[in-house]
């Protein structure tokens, strides 16, 4: 499966962002989707992970409450709604796609990656 993600930029601390992913190639239904990012210097992280119908969503502590995973199957498309933004929030955010049932949150189960887009949070 092919991913392309969009919607980073620049914004202000508190301000918000809406980050999309849209998946070609497979049957994205069939997939776990999930958000990561890394920051310069930094390991790739964890962000939101989202099942196959969006029922069942995992979040980093660090974004919990903050940010919102969901994804229309019919659009082949999975989002990522990042509100009340810091400058930590700073890096490259990645989608990634795994095809299995269990939603994971590890960055070395996902068998699929787009090629990141930045999210600059000034202070």
């Known amino acids: 499966v092919q991913l392309q993600a969009s919607g980073g930029g620049l914004v202000q601390a508190g301000g918000s962002l809406r980050l999309s992913c849209v998946a070609s190639?497979?049957?994205?239904?069939?997939?776990?989707m999930g958000w990561f990012r890394q920051a310069p210097g930094k390991e790739r992280e964890f962000v939101a992970a989202?099942?196959?119908?969006?029922?069942?969503?995992y979040y980093a502590g660090s974004v919990k409450g903050r940010f919102t995973i969901s994804r229309d199957n019919a659009k082949n498309t999975v989002y990522l709604q990042m509100n009340s933004l810091k400058p930590e929030d700073t890096a490259v955010y990645y989608c990634?796609?795994?095809?299995?049932?269990?939603?994971?949150?590890?960055?070395?189960?996902?068998?699929?990656w787009g090629q990141g887009t930045q999210v600059t949070v000034s202070s």
């Open positions: 990634a796609a795994r095809h299995t049932i269990v939603v994971v949150t590890s960055t070395t189960a996902y068998d699929y």
């Open positions: 989202i099942g196959w119908s969006g029922g069942t969503t």
């Open positions: 190639g497979r049957t994205f239904s069939n997939y776990v």
